[in-house]
DNA sequence: CGGACAGTTGAGGCCTATCAATGGTGGTGG
DNA sequence: CCACCACCATTGATAGGCCTCAACTGTCCG
């Protein structure tokens, strides 16, 4: 509507529309906690292992070290919904309010540092390059929650599916190589994206009978970017 | 955040509960402004005018003063997806980055308080206190989109329409009168909720069949709170 | 009055969920 | 070492929810 979109030059128009079509952008791993790390503990969890409840008191913020973590709400008839897959270099746990509205588990065997939310508060009150950097996380984590929102309300399961692989190169810094070992199991996938694991599989097939992936359980290799961020368009006619 | 709200007492595990079904948190109409309004411009907005454009420079935020604000981002072949309404007592466009990711435009006549970004910033250096209600509004924010991620994600038609009202009921701040003049057209409902707007219309139909609730054009009469909040139930049997 | 527009309702089709069965892999214990 | 089991992934058949296309109504406004 009011489609003014007068002018912001040609080029951050394209941006938006790589993001629209799924790109999401990746996070700077950058080191937000510097003078933090002394007070982190670190701690680890098997595969499977819950780190935070869901409903569970805030005390707690995490940096992931190693491996990979998804967080996860679950309605109380069973349908679950994972918010985000978070991995080494990323925070999770700190825009928490009082209590944790999604809970985190881990995904792979993980290693974190965590902090008590007391003392990542009074560093943001201390540092003001902390807080800043914290502003601009949160403006990362906003942008990356409503590229996911245009994706489960208006993209097709193709589109997701593909849009979710390029994301997942970018997250896991591998966008040169082509082969990515994804860490989560389908059922992570399906919840992510707001489809079934069926539905997941059906689509990963599709795009490996078109020569656009390779897949082989849990790794899946890229074979013709061009045509992986461009999929999804051939169903979703207008 | 970390406001001592410690008090993870039982009834915070419902309150989870309650937003896994749709009713998602309202953010405080805090004066987060409070030493910044000095430097507010006023601006004024017609209906459907566009206030900022999608990709535009982020140079401004604002706090709506009267009227609903949309954000929205529309992709190149035409789907659009409304992030978010913003009421008066809010913020919006203060967590972008260096471009606005989404558009904003008016839903209705708008008065807005302009801030410069960079005096935004400014005050969030020297004020703590205006830093750490930056950073509460930003879990706020944070937890309003990711129920609506599972409301995209997981919910079906039906249920989608019903958290929709109420949260409406809760974000305009009349949740103990039984009806609600929505301010938006049911485009903009289709789009904020991943639907089309004939299955939004018969939703509505649905829901007033049931005896739910009386829809006449803009205005939602809410005839039975209970049977709304428990609404979509029907058609998702596990 | 007529035209534009938002909203409503109906018919039909597609996309995705559901139900079900099979194949493959890893772990465990005989 | 291999049988067995549990679990994940895949594939097929079918059903159903939501979208698409279309027609109609009511309202506003020139």
């Known amino acids: 509507m009011l489609t003014t979109l007068q002018a912001t030059d040609p080029g951050s128009r394209l941006a938006i529309g790589a993001v629209a079509a799924g790109v999401t952008q990746m996070p700077p791993k950058a080191d937000v906690l510097g003078s933090l790390k002394p007070l982190a503990a670190i701690v680890r969890f098997d595969r499977d292992e819950e780190i935070v409840a869901q409903g569970g008191k805030a005390a707690y913020c ?8 998804r967080t996860v709400r679950l309605s109380e008839d069973g349908r679950r919904q994972v918010g985000e897959f978070v991995f080494p270099g990323e925070l999770f746990g ?5 209590a944790h509205d999604f809970g985190a588990e881990a995904v792979t065997p993980v290693t974190l540092h965590r902090f008590a939310r007391l003392d990542f508060d009074g560093l943001a009150d201390r540092d003001h390059g902390f807080a ?3 502003r601009e996380l949160t403006g990362i984590q906003v942008r990356a929650g409503r590229d996911r929102m245009f994706r489960l309300g208006r993209m097709s399961a193709c589109e997701r599916v593909a849009s979710f692989l390029l994301e997942m190169t970018e997250r896991m810094n591998l966008v040169d190589r082509p082969s990515i070992e994804l860490p989560m199991c389908r059922t992570d996938m399906a919840d992510y994206l707001g489809l079934t694991i069926e539905t997941v599989c059906r689509e990963l097939t599709q795009l490996r009978r078109d020569g656009t992936i390779a897949v082989e359980r849990t790794k899946v290799t890229i074979l013709d970017r061009r045509a992986l961020a461009a999929a999804g368009c051939r169903r979703v006619i207008h």
């Open 94 to 98: 700190w825009e928490a309010l009082d």
């Open 132 to 134: 800043r950097r914290l």
């Open 62 to 69: 995490y940096l992931v070290v190693s491996g990979c973590v």
